[in-house]
């Protein structure tokens, strides 16, 4: 059982930025790809980002293209997304989520086997 924990969102204006963390209890985290997807009131949950176990790959949602960035640091358990450039359309749940299987397509929610919380970001404008 791996638990994620997310933490960083927050209230922002327009064109601000965030730094969102998750860390995972996971003993060997560097096996699991992981990802982040958020989830807007009364919509489903979206797919935002992904990076693959060694942090070689990455995966972005067209409408985040360029403005977040997904990073992972193995030694400490921890997955980021830097989100710049905020507008309001990305308010949201945001949740990160970690995947065991690989082959598997990164933007499907489907697939992934272990879910954190979600932390909320607001982007007023």
């Known amino acids: 059982q791996v638990q994620l924990v997310e933490s960083g969102g927050g209230l922002v204006q327009a064109g601000g930025s965030l730094r969102l963390s998750c860390v995972a209890s996971?003993?060997?985290?560097?096996?699991?790809?992981m990802g982040w997807f958020r989830q807007a009131p009364g919509k489903g949950r979206d797919f935002v980002s992904a990076?693959?176990?060694?942090?070689?790959?990455?995966y972005y949602a067209d409408s985040v293209k360029g403005r977040f960035t997904i990073s992972r640091d193995n030694t400490k358990n921890t997955v980021y997304l830097q989100l710049n450039s905020l507008k309001p359309e990305d308010t949201a749940v945001y949740y990160c989520?970690?995947?065991?299987?690989?082959?598997?397509?990164?933007?499907?929610?489907?697939?992934?086997?272990?879910w954190g919380q979600g932390t909320q970001v607001t982007v007023s404008s």
């Open positions: 990076i693959s176990q060694s942090g070689s790959r990455t």
């Open positions: 996971a003993r060997t985290f560097s096996i699991y790809s």
């Open positions: 989520a970690a995947k065991t299987t690989t082959g598997l397509p990164y933007s499907s929610k489907e697939n992934y086997d272990y």
